[in-house]
């Protein structure tokens, strides 16, 4: 399933709803025409189980052709918001998990040439993250490197503590798009969240694909385009380290609960990494994509 955050014209708040055909379910309104009770958010529809998604998938399929006026809507006629609009905690980073863009930080962001040995991992606070079409924050006064990175977001369904790389893949909700935004001129001291993590550094969405949908996360295309061309393209099949070796490492030391988003790592093609180097400016337009998945589309505004 295709699972969105969004607001209609008829309310302010978030409202949980499936994509099909171009049109927004709502899930919550679904769940009234076949007598049940859906989750009003993502968050809730996480903690409820697989059982809530089979339940739904069930009233999808019962309701089709038959859905009353105002379930459904045009995607083209609501609002999709950040689909975990505020997580629940920081969003997991993981540096350096592309081959070429280990090669590429090396040689114009002082990190080791080095292939690391174990994940390299970071966060990025609630706070940052924006959704498709919401504006990224360019503060000349706070930096002059603005980059940008597209990942493959990987969101926890089940809670995860010491886990097994062998067991990961069963703890997986779903994928989305992330853009890890990270102004390179404000590095402190070799820490990176202060980088990574000011308001606007993590565009998120524009859904989420339940794990189900996704025959393979490690055989995706993924790529950045800035005002239209193309500066970054890859596969997730190039990860370092995948996503059962990153759910099992992070859970060694940290429990992964419902509602945790890791982003995978980005690959080569950062602006840092050309010649000569490029950033994001006020006017800008950042799109990020993966396929199956969907296109994350940013402008990037002046503040301050």
């Given at each position: 399933m295709k699972l969105v955050t969004y607001r209609g014209h008829v309310s302010a708040e978030g409202r949980l709803g499936v994509v099909q055909d171009g049109l927004v379910i709502d899930v919550e309104g679904l769940g009234a025409v076949v007598g049940e009770l859906f989750a009003g958010s993502m968050l809730e529809l996480i903690d409820q189980g697989p059982?809530?998604?089979?339940a739904l998938r069930s009233a999808l399929k019962e309701t089709d052709g038959a859905r009353p006026p105002g379930i459904a809507v045009p995607l083209e006629n609501v609002k999709l918001l950040a689909p975990i609009p505020r997580p629940r905690k920081n969003i997991f980073g993981i540096g350096l998990n592309y081959v070429e863009h280990v090669a590429e930080s090396a040689k114009s962001l002082d990190t080791s040439k080095d292939l690391p040995?174990?994940?390299?991992v970071f966060s990025k606070p609630p706070t940052?993250?924006?959704?498709?079409?919401?504006?990224?924050?360019?503060?000349?006064?706070?930096?002059q490197q603005l980059d940008w990175e597209v990942e493959l977001a990987v969101i926890i369904g089940k809670r995860a503590t010491r886990i097994a790389k062998d067991d990961a893949m069963s703890h997986v909700f779903g994928y989305s798009v992330i853009n890890d935004v990270s102004a390179r001129d404000n590095r402190r001291a070799g820490q990176w969240i202060f980088s990574k993590?000011?308001?606007?550094?993590?565009?998120?969405g524009p859904m989420i694909v339940t794990a189900d949908d996704i025959a393979d996360p490690h055989n995706l295309d993924l790529w950045l385009k800035?005002?239209?061309?193309?500066?970054?393209?890859?596969?997730?099949?190039?990860l370092l380290f995948d996503i059962p070796t990153l759910i099992s490492d992070l859970s060694s030391g940290m429990t992964l609960e419902?509602?945790?988003?890791?982003?995978?790592?980005?690959p080569s093609g950062v602006g840092a990494g050309r010649d000569p180097q490029e950033w994001m400016w006020p006017g800008d337009v950042i799109e990020c994509g993966v396929d199956g998945i969907g296109v994350l589309r940013n402008p990037v505004v002046r503040i301050g």
């Open positions: 059982d809530a998604l089979a040995k174990q994940p390299v940052a993250v924006i959704a498709d079409g919401e504006a990224i924050q360019h503060n000349a006064a706070m930096t993590g000011q308001d606007t550094y993590c565009p998120f800035k005002n239209g061309e193309e500066k970054q393209r890859s596969n997730t099949k190039h419902p509602g945790d988003i890791i982003a995978t790592g980005t």
